[in-house]
């Protein structure tokens, strides 16, 4: 369904009176993946690490600086006005903040209902009912439709903002750290609810998070992302189960319960300034393994067998 390949995103620096370009914030560097029909992508990082720019350049969002994007075979990257908009109802997002994600001045039938009305699809009562149908859906009450934002707790505004992106009944959803303004006990119901909805309704995923144990539930296979580069992909259960790269493996050990025989991988200093990262490797100057061959050159995503992938040049000794 969805073919992302060489993607690149980099904003500009600029300085002076004349705003004179002097450099830039490399956030997305050469990311490639696809996603199947009714398959679940995780993509997972530390903050920082361009999950979120990802998925918004996927949905051009944000306009990406290179690469392509194809959904069912078409050039995301080449739609026109008219084109995005169409696009809009196959592919929509869930934003990380469900209060910032919502008008608080608006009720909340009037946040489901907006992209109907956008897109116009629905009025009268035609509009009524399928809001309807999409509260039940989310398992809210159908008398929430008539409160405001602010009426509501945070996981509920959460399932707001989940009715929202499937008003349209799109095919693919980008759901961006969908759980982690949430406490714990609300977490569990969110990911259940998109498990449940991603089965009744056959939808494609890209699921951003930085938690490795929620991602392994909801999703088929996992790509981690380390300063705007893809260090491993491959099955989420033999991904979690068996780490290859030493940044998979040191963010499994920070998870409670997957430490694993040599105990927490303390990372050492604070990741790279994305305006000047570092030659070769861009996770050389925290790994564990590195040696100076590292600095050389980017290592590319290689295929180590079981459908994993991995960018590290020492990949066989990593086995």
């Known amino acids: 369904m969805l073919q992302v390949r060489n993607l690149q995103k980099h904003y500009p620096l600029r300085k002076g009176i004349f705003s004179r370009v002097v450099g830039a914030v490399q956030a997305v560097q050469d990311v490639s993946f696809d996603i199947g029909a009714s398959e679940v992508l995780g993509l ?33 990257l080449a739609f026109d006005k008219e084109q995005l908009k169409s696009f809009r109802r196959t592919a929509q997002i869930v934003f990380q903040d469900p209060f910032a994600a919502i008008n608080p001045t608006m009720t909340i039938f009037d946040v489901i ?18 809001v309807e149908h999409l509260l039940n859906d989310v398992a809210l009450p159908l008398d929430f439709a008539e409160r405001k934002p602010h009426e509501l707790s945070g996981g509920q505004r959460q399932r707001v903002v989940i009715a929202r992106a499937l008003s349209l009944e799109p095919k693919f959803i980008v759901a961006d750290e969908p759980v982690s303004a949430l406490d714990v006990s609300i977490q569990a119901q969110i990911i259940g609810l998109l498990e449940d909805l991603r089965h009744s309704r056959g939808l494609s995923m890209l699921f951003i998070s930085h938690d490795l144990a929620v991602m392994r539930y909801l999703s088929d296979r996992i790509a981690v992302v380390y300063l705007g580069r893809i260090m491993e992909i491959g099955d989420a259960k033999q991904l979690c189960d068996s780490p290859r790269h030493p940044y998979t493996q040191a963010l499994l050990s920070a998870v409670p ?29 925290r790994c564990m393994h590195a040696k100076p061959e590292c600095a050389d050159g ?19 000794e990593l086995g």
């Open 257 to 285: 319960g997957h430490a694993g025989s040599e105990g927490r991988i303390v990372l050492k200093g604070d990741a790279p300034d994305p305006r000047n990262p570092p030659s070769g490797c861009v996770f050389r100057s």
């Open 44 to 76: 997972a990082g530390e903050s920082g690490s361009g999950k979120t720019t990802i998925g918004r350049s996927v949905l051009r969002l944000v306009e990406p600086s290179g690469g392509t994007v194809n959904f069912e075979g078409r050039n995301v």
């Open 113 to 130: 209902a907006e992209p109907l009305r956008v897109q116009k699809l629905a009025s009268g009562s035609e509009l009524t009912d399928r």
């Open 298 to 316: 980017v290592p590319p995503l290689q295929d180590v067998g079981e459908g994993r992938q991995l960018a590290c040049i020492r990949y066989r």
